[in-house]
């Protein structure tokens, strides 16, 4: 035999409570209980509701969070890539460019002076708007923010 779950049984009591209520005389203290009763298991049919839409709303919202937090670290990769990119392509300029014959020795040194300045700006010690005044007036390059990007 199947098992019925809750949602069933409280269906199939509160339509047999229904159907007895019609059975009873009005204004007798029996069809006053039964109506009490019967209050009583709507009450439990609308508790039960909630917990299964609460259920389904804190799945719904673990699922977005997860669809949210995969997208961000899609994004976070994708950010990453191009700046490893972008360090590839500055050293190489530098090596052909500007160091062809003592990039070997010079590129370490450039490398440590880089990450010198990577910590400063991780410990607020760097202006980054002198930063970008600087690349615009020396380098004839602009960076703006874009929002929502």
Known sequence: MEEKNIDELLSEEIA??????????????EKSTAIDDLTKLYKLRIEENKSVWDADEKYNRRMMDGESVTKDNDFKERQIAEQVKDRYFRVEVLMDHYWPKSYAKRIPEFTEHVLEYYEKWQNDELDMDKLKEDLWVYGGVRLEEVEGK
Do not use: C, E, M, W
């Open 16 to 29: 047999a409570q229904i159907k007895a209520l019609s059975d009873l005389q009005s204004g007798t203290k």
